[in-house]
């Protein structure tokens, strides 16, 4: 503590406060590294998925055939919200798809719907 011109100075303190305040930095900056790798090994495994058209069919299917899907939502009464809200995370799906890359999900829509065709034709 150093006292200057009636003015209290805590030196110790404030270097304390200061270290603090630069360990929870580095912690949240740890942390941010971190979480900013796991998103990116998440896109890299999903193109990698989509890169390939088996996985492309396989998400197809397992996206679009949910069988929560296939129902209407618009009752006209509270279960709007219920179905709604169980195609939420699908749907989530859908557009984080689409971000990781738009032309190969344009690809994978395309490739089931010239599968659709073939079934329908035979």
Do not use: C
Not at 22 to 39: F, H, N, P, Q
Not at 69 to 89: D, F, K, S, V, W
Request: cysteine-free; proline content about 2%; overall charge neutral.
């Amino acid at each position: 503590m150093t006292i200057s011109g009636g003015e209290i100075k805590f030196d110790v303190l404030e270097e304390i406060w200061e270290d603090t305040i630069d360990g929870k930095k580095d912690k949240l900056a740890i942390m941010e590294k971190k979480r900013r790798s796991r998103i990116i090994k998440q896109e890299k495994y999903t193109r990698k998925i989509m890169s390939e058209q088996g996985g492309r069919e396989w998400l197809w299917e397992f996206v679009m055939n949910a069988p929560i899907m296939n129902l209407n939502p618009y009752t006209g009464n509270a279960t709007t919200y219920y179905i709604l809200g169980e195609q939420r995370p699908t749907r989530d799906l859908i557009t984080y798809l689409k971000q990781i890359d738009l032309k190969l999900y344009h690809l994978m829509e395309k490739e089931a719907q010239e599968r659709k065709n073939r079934e329908e034709n035979e």
